[in-house]
């Protein structure tokens, strides 16, 4: 007889465990808290529901579930669902396997295949879930007792696979109710029939804390069922945050490591705000997106001033703030101050980064050497090689590069924006003045 689905993910994925492989590619940050308990839960054959604010990684998790699935698998051709050819489970199938015998044709389908999602929405239905009548099966002339006339739903055509429901509160009770058969006796049934089919389902779903107060909530013969309740949690250290991006980001220009962990330290000064209602969260799509907008602000930059190639500099930071605050929640009280708060924070983030980058280094030359007059213009209209063209040749400048992970051999951008991230901790020290209007930034005594 065929293995069960959480046999096969028992087996695949202590073969891979055995092997020292890595059976989540692309999780980043949950290696030592959220996958162990995952790996137990599977193992013990359990349901899964993982519990975590939003942009926690929790679908991006369940995805990575059909990689554990073999290959390739047996179905019988022609069938409704995904049918193993030596246990039919349908009467359509059945007959056909008693018919035809040893000729039954057999099709070969990809575990990407045995994967189905579905995000709860209010009006899912009972039929969208588990199945209804065919109106077009009984006008062909069955009748209506035949369970032939039968509609299957998204959980039995997920038959030997994969179930996946994101954000399972907002699933009305109701509708929760018709799952309880699948999770515990593993069955359906429709509308009354007789017809009762063994499934072969992993049930997984996603839910948000505040859920359960706020739009919902899973109800208890539901939770119970569960055999495993999983909390998620947001990238623990700065290193994870930055990896995250890293991934996930598409950049249409280059973003250096200085800038991307300006940016996790931004994010996570956002998590631990008081100002921010930390009920909603700050998902990790907030530093994915602030650091696609900051290489958008740098190409668009090269494009004005025909510098290549397009490299980020601490100036594009400044268009994070405004295109990003409606991301994120503020607390009662706090309108109007939001762009004031995001900014504050965000050079929190860039001192915190600096002071990291720099520690033991005498940036005082350079201070001195603005101070002597040599005043330091930027802005989205001001090239890279003009940043440098104000400033004597100083030996802290190429020790401030290095320590950015840039050499002097580098393009005009890169040396840049390593010396415009010192500059910005010297006026963060105030130890240099600086002034800013809608085009330009000139950093002084």
Do not use: C
């Amino acid at each position: 007889m065929p293995k069960s689905v959480k046999t096969e993910l028992h087996d695949n994925l202590l073969t891979a465990l055995k092997a020292g492989q890595d059976p989540w590619p692309g999780i980043v940050g949950f290696g030592r808290t959220v996958l162990p308990q995952l790996e137990r839960a599977l193992l013990a054959g359990h349901d899964v529901v993982l519990l975590g604010e939003r942009g926690q990684g929790k679908t991006r998790l369940l995805r990575t579930l059909a990689g554990l699935l073999d290959e390739w698998t047996p179905v019988i051709e022609g069938a409704e669902l995904h049918e193993h050819p030596l246990a039919p489970i349908t009467p359509a199938s059945i007959r056909r396997a008693a018919e035809l015998g040893d000729d039954l044709p057999v099709a070969w389908i990809h575990r990407d295949a045995r994967y189905t999602e579905k995000l709860a929405t209010p009006d899912t239905s009972v039929g969208d879930l588990i199945g209804d009548v065919d109106p077009v099966k009984v006008a062909e002339g069955r009748s209506l007792g035949d369970p032939e006339t039968i509609h299957f739903g998204l959980v039995p055509r997920a038959h030997r696979g994969i179930v996946a429901i994101n954000e399972l509160p907002d699933l009305a009770e109701r509708i929760q109710v018709a799952l309880l058969n699948v999770m515990e006796e593993r069955d359906i049934q429709v509308r009354g029939y007789t017809l009762r089919l063994p499934l072969d389902v992993l049930l997984v779903s996603t839910a948000n804390p505040e859920d359960y107060t706020n739009r919902g909530r899973i109800i208890t013969p539901l939770k119970d069922r569960f055999g495993a309740e999983i909390r998620t949690h947001y990238p623990l250290d700065v290193a994870a945050e930055v990896a995250v991006v890293r991934q996930e980001a598409h950049l249409v220009a280059e973003v250096g490591e200085p800038l991307i962990e300006v940016l996790a330290r931004f994010v996570r000064n956002l998590r631990e705000s008081t100002v921010i209602d930390q009920r909603s969260g700050v998902s990790a799509r907030f530093a994915v997106a602030a650091a696609e907008t900051v290489a958008a602000a740098a190409l668009r930059r090269s494009a004005l001033t025909g510098e290549e190639p397009a490299v980020a500099r601490p100036v594009d930071l400044d268009s994070v703030p405004s295109v990003l605050r409606g991301k994120i929640e503020f607390e009662p009280g706090e309108e109007g101050r939001e762009t004031e708060h995001l900014v504050h924070l965000l050079r929190r983030a860039v001192a915190e980064t600096s002071r990291r980058l720099f520690a033991g280094l005498d940036l005082r030359p350079l201070a001195d050497a603005v101070a002597d007059g040599h005043l330091v213009s930027t802005g989205e209209r001001v090239p890279g090689k003009d940043v440098l063209a104000a400033l004597p040749e100083l030996p802290v400048l190429h020790e401030v590069a290095q320590r950015a992970g840039v050499s002097a051999s580098d393009s005009p951008g890169r040396i840049a924006s390593a010396v415009e991230l010192a500059l910005e901790s010297l006026y963060l020290a105030r130890k240099l003045a600086k002034d800013s209007d809608d085009a330009t930034t000139v950093y002084g005594p």
